[in-house]
Structures are given as C-alpha cells and as structure tokens.
C-alpha cells in the first residue's frame, strides 16, 4: 500500500533558481497539506488543499512562494526565486475527511531542499 | 510566545527507564491533541491521540489537562528504538476542519 510520495527527495540548488517539489497523495485522501520543517520554526503548515481545491494559504511565507493541486493525485510547490533562508525540509501529507480519524495525516518521506 | 510549547531536550535515558515530556498550549479553543514521533531524518508518524479522561497505548500513557492546557507523555520500560523526537500536536480552528499545530518537539535518547 504506497503512502504520500514526494519526489525529489533532495534538491540542492543556487539562489535565484526556481525549485518545483512535487507530491502524489495517499489515493482516497481528499486533503493534502504542505508543511516546512526548521529547526528554528519546527514543523509549519504553509498551505492546504480540500477536493483539489486552495483552502488556506495564510502559512505560505511570500509570494515567491506558490502550491497548485490540478488532480487528486498530483500537487507541486514551487520557489522562484529560491533563497537560502528557504533551506528546509518540505513535507507533504495527506488525510481522509472520514468519520473516524479526520484528524490523521499521514506524512511523505520529505524533500530537504538546501539553496546556496 | 509558541501555541504549542515543549522542552527540547535531550532526554538521555537507560533502557527500561520511565520518561515523562510535557507540552504547553496556549489556544483554550483547541479541540484534539496527539502526540507524534519523528525518528531522524524521516517523517512524523502519528503516536497517539490524546483523550481528556487519559489513555493509554501499551507503554504509553498520554494526559490532558484541559484546564492547565497541558499535555503530558510517559513512555514506561524504555526501549533502544524510542529514540526518536516527540511532537506535542493541538488543533487550531473553530468550525469545520481544524489545522494541525505541532510543537517544536522533544528529543528523546534511550542508550543500553
């Protein structure tokens, strides 16, 4: 049974570049979030998706910032441009809106994204 | 000041010991609590929901305090794999869906 799957797992890249994170949710799941995890901020929620569709982006840091669901089973996060303070690790996760645990999220693997 | 304040750590523990973190949260409108681990370098993992009246999930006990707004852990009989960092997680929003707030978390090392 394939959980959330982020790819690339590790990004280096130099500022002013664009970085595309990309997320396949856990198929059923109709929520997927986006978090960042510092070891300043901890973990972050930056924005969330319901039915494909935006629901909050309040997290989102600025708008160099910017998360697109076109299907259910494909959403990206995107950085352009990308600056060193955006080194982090990105997590995607995903949950099902189902009587019983609405609140379970069930976590990718990670992108750690470092920007020089 | 944090929503969701923790200890960070490390806790250094021999194995069999017993262990309590404690988490802090500062929105009285909270409604759910759980506890997460997260082992280095992978993701978080749900642990275990947190009840008002306490529960308990074999070793683990988890505690809520609504009037305090706190929340406690007690890991009993500690192994080698409960290494791991533990995150305090409440849930901000008043209708509807609630978003996850995590705690910046505990750090917990269990040596032989």
């Known amino acids: 049974d394939a959980g959330v799957i982020q790819s690339p797992r590790h990004e280096v890249t130099e500022m002013g570049q664009e970085v595309t994170l990309r997320c396949k949710p856990i198929s059923g799941h109709d929520y997927l979030f986006w978090y960042r995890q510092t070891m300043m901020r901890g973990l972050e929620l930056l924005i969330y998706?319901?039915?494909?569709?935006?629901?909050?982006d309040s997290g989102m840091p600025e708008d160099r910032f910017s998360a697109k669901m076109p299907n259910a089973s494909f959403s990206t996060l995107k950085i352009q441009p990308s600056e060193p303070r955006d080194s982090a690790v990105y997590f995607c996760?995903?949950?099902?809106?189902?009587?019983?645990?609405?609140?379970?999220?069930?976590f990718g693997p990670g992108t750690r994204l470092t920007v020089t | 000041r944090k929503e969701v304040e923790q200890d960070p750590g490390p806790f250094n523990v021999p194995e069999g010991a017993t262990v309590a973190f404690n988490c802090t949260y500062s929105n009285s409108a909270s409604q759910s609590f759980f506890w997460y681990r997260q082992d280095c370098r992978k993701e978080p993992k749900l642990l275990m929901s947190v009840y008002s009246s306490g529960n308990e999930d074999g070793r683990f006990t988890a505690q809520l305090n609504r009037a305090s707004q706190y929340i406690s852990l007690l890991i009993r009989d500690s192994k080698l794999s409960d290494s791991a960092t533990y995150l305090c997680?409440?849930?901000?929003?008043?209708?509807?869906?609630?978003?996850?707030?995590f705690g910046t978390g505990t750090r917990l090392l269990v040596s032989p």
């Open positions: 998706f319901n039915n494909n569709v935006p629901i909050d």
């Open positions: 996760a995903s949950s099902f809106s189902g009587r019983q645990t609405p609140q379970r999220q069930y």
């Open positions: 997680v409440v849930t901000r929003g008043n209708t509807g869906f609630q978003k996850l707030v």
